[in-house]
């Protein structure tokens, strides 16, 4: 079998980017994708981070920074340029509450695309395993924040997760790493048993706009090496950075690519409305891997391109 998975940064939809797709009263954003939909649709399973809800315009409006709600018109437009999941744990998840998290959970899969990050009810299996091309990828997706005393209710972006939203969203604390750990151990262990033969994490970490990768992303990347991820693909920075290959501590035969930050994929942050003049937060990428299953049943990253 062979696979290949494109993925790429950072989907914020600005309120000038929101006003730019309005027609009267609809909305589509059709064309914002137009220029890269033959590149999305050659992969067999392509994977963007939504860092924006769909809460809905009942008793609220359309918003950007620093509390992003947006027309439901984006999944219908994501789904069109060929993208198949959208990874909603990050730092924006939970702008709008548990109301914000289950519907924007509803339009994404209404628009017949698949979720990973943050969930309708509590329970559900935190991780996602596809069969593509022959083989079986097993999918991860996590966002720092801040767990208190109930790992299950993490606050996010400073906004405590309330009661309905126990066990809704994959998150991690910087303090609390060994209990990240511990949860990446036991779904890895659940994925394989469900017979993954690679696994992936789009992890939403590391210090925005800044293009140096930090030592705590050094860090978890290499635990997350030790724990047996083949890729790891980062977000949150809004700028691009390094890309490396890791070799596990106790397994000199295991190895981990890391794309530490994909970058922004659309946004508004440009050079000259936020405090980084350089312009870094106008970079995007798609990054683009292979898996190959053999006969005997090995499985290898046969290649990476950004």
């Known amino acids: 079998g062979r696979a290949t998975i494109l993925a790429t940064g950072d989907l914020m939809m600005h309120l000038p980017t929101v006003r730019s797709g309005r027609s009267g009263n609809e909305y589509n954003f059709d064309y914002i994708f137009s220029y890269i939909d033959d590149y999305v649709k050659s992969a067999d399973y392509a994977v963007v981070n939504l860092e924006t809800t769909l809460s809905g315009t009942e008793g609220r409006s359309y918003t950007g920074y620093p509390?992003?709600?947006?027309?439901?018109?984006?999944?219908?437009?994501?789904?069109?340029?060929?993208?198949?999941?959208?990874?909603?744990?990050?730092?924006?998840?939970?702008?709008?509450?548990?109301?914000?998290?289950?519907?924007?959970?509803?339009i994404i899969k209404a628009a017949n695309l698949d979720t990973l990050g943050t969930y309708s009810t509590a329970g559900e299996q935190h991780y996602l395993v596809r069969e593509?091309?022959?083989?079986?990828?097993?999918?991860?997706?996590?966002?720092?924040?801040?767990?208190?005393?109930?790992?299950?209710?993490?606050?996010?972006?400073?906004?405590?997760?309330?009661?309905?939203?126990?066990?809704?969203?994959?998150?991690?604390?910087?303090?609390?790493l060994d209990l990240f750990y511990s949860e990446v151990k036991e779904?890895?262990?659940?994925?394989?048993?469900s017979g993954a033969d690679a696994i992936v994490m789009f992890i939403h970490w590391g210090e925005e706009y800044s293009t140096r990768v930090n030592s705590a992303q050094k860090e978890i990347a290499q635990k997350l090496c030790d724990l047996g991820v083949d890729v790891i693909a980062g977000s949150h920075p809004h700028v691009l950075q390094t890309m490396d290959l890791l070799t596990a501590s106790a397994d000199s035969t295991h190895q981990t690519l890391v794309l530490y930050s994909m970058?922004?994929?659309?946004?508004?942050?440009?050079?000259?409305?936020?405090?980084?003049?350089?312009?870094?937060?106008?970079?995007?990428?798609?990054?683009?891997?292979?898996?190959?299953k053999y006969s005997d049943g090995t499985v290898v990253l046969e290649s990476a391109e950004i």
């Not at 779904?187 to 048993?193: E, L, N, R, T, V």
């Not at 508004?268 to 683009?288: C, H, M, P, V, W």
């Open 263 to 292: 970058g922004n994929f659309l946004s508004n942050q440009r050079a000259d409305n936020i405090s980084l003049t350089t312009g870094e937060s106008e970079d995007s990428l798609l990054f683009s891997f292979t898996f190959v």
């Open 132 to 176: 593509l091309g022959g083989l079986k990828v097993g999918m991860l997706n996590y966002t720092y924040g801040d767990i208190g005393d109930n790992p299950s209710r993490p606050s996010i972006n400073g906004l405590p997760t309330d009661s309905a939203a126990a066990d809704l969203v994959n998150a991690f604390d910087y303090d609390k």
């Open 187 to 193: 779904q890895i262990s659940a994925m394989k048993a």
């Open 67 to 106: 509390k992003f709600n947006s027309p439901d018109a984006v999944a219908s437009a994501v789904k069109s340029s060929g993208f198949d999941l959208l990874l909603t744990a990050n730092n924006h998840c939970n702008d709008y509450g548990t109301h914000g998290i289950k519907r924007t959970l509803e």
